[in-house]
Nanobody, 116 residues
Framework: QVQLVESGGGLVQPGGSLRLSCAAS????????MKWYRQAPGKGRELVAL????????NYADSVKGRFTISRDNPKNTVYLQMNSLKPEDTAVYYC?????????WGQGTQVTVSS
């Protein structure tokens, strides 16, 4: 069945780094654009970054531009989010999302907490 499994979240101090991974299975990963969203407590879900199916194009929310990098490894069916210079306002549950035409799959999320 379709699965997206995020990992790599945790507690990190301000200024630190984390690398999130999202492992996909059950569908043709290389056909799908991939996105990372986040949702902070009491707030709506925010699109953080996206990458096209080939990896040739990326886009970022202004709030993370220059600090976060999205990448993908199609042979490994995995998308990554490298997060540097983390701030307390980056604290949220991070979700990966796969999109292809009318098909839309979500992971269960991974918690990222930035605090001293």
């Amino acid at each position: 069945q379709v699965q997206l499994v995020e990992s790599g979240g945790g507690l990190v101090q301000p200024g630190g780094s984390l690398r999130l991974s999202c492992a996909a299975s059950g569908f043709t990963f290389s056909n799908y654009a991939m996105k990372w969203y986040r949702q902070a407590p009491g707030k709506g879900r925010e699109l953080v970054a996206l990458i096209t199916s080939s990896g040739g194009t990326t886009n970022y929310a202004d709030s993370v531009k220059g600090r976060f990098t999205i990448s993908r490894d199609n042979p490994k069916n995995t998308v990554y989010l490298q997060m540097n210079s983390l701030k307390p306002e980056d604290t949220a549950v991070y979700y990966c999302n796969a999109v292809f035409l009318y098909l839309d799959h979500w992971g269960q999320g991974t918690q990222v907490t930035v605090s001293s």
